[in-house]
C-alpha cells in the first residue's frame, strides 16, 4: 500500500512539471537576427526559427530585467513562446552574451 501510495505521489509531482509551462515551446539557440518584430535564432539543432516579439515579451538579460535594445546578434537565447496559428510568439526571452573560447596557458 505504501509503495502505490509513493508511486502515486511520483506520478502527481511530474505530471504537475510537465504542465507548469502550459502550451508553451522552449527555444535555445543563437540570434541570428533581429528585427523590430522578431528574432530569429538559430536552434541548438541547427534550424532557423523566427519568433515575433509583442509589447508583452518580457526580456531578461543574465537575470536581470532588460529591453529588447539590449540583445544582439551572437547572443545565446532561450525564449519560451507560445504558438498562434504558424507563428510563434515570445512571453519570455533570457539572454546573454556568446562566451568567447578561452586559451589556457602554462
Known amino acids: 500500500m505504501k509503495r ?11 505530471a504537475s512539471l510537465a504542465l507548469a509551462h502550459g502550451n508553451e515551446q522552449h527555444l535555445m539557440g543563437v540570434v541570428k537576427s533581429i528585427s523590430k518584430s522578431s528574432i530569429t535564432v538559430q536552434t541548438t539543432n541547427n534550424q532557423i526559427q523566427e519568433v515575433t516579439i509583442t509589447d508583452k515579451t518580457k526580456f531578461e538579460n543574465a537575470g536581470a530585467p532588460s529591453r529588447m535594445n539590449d540583445l544582439k546578434v551572437g ?4 525564449i519560451h ?3 498562434s496559428g504558424d507563428k510563434l510568439v515570445a512571453h519570455t526571452v533570457r539572454f546573454g552574451a556568446r562566451k568567447a573560447a578561452s ?4
Open 4 to 14: 502505490q501510495f509513493a508511486i502515486l505521489i511520483v506520478i502527481g509531482l511530474f
Open 75 to 78: 547572443d545565446r537565447v532561450v
Open 81 to 83: 513562446a507560445v504558438k
Open 103 to 106: 586559451v589556457h596557458s602554462r
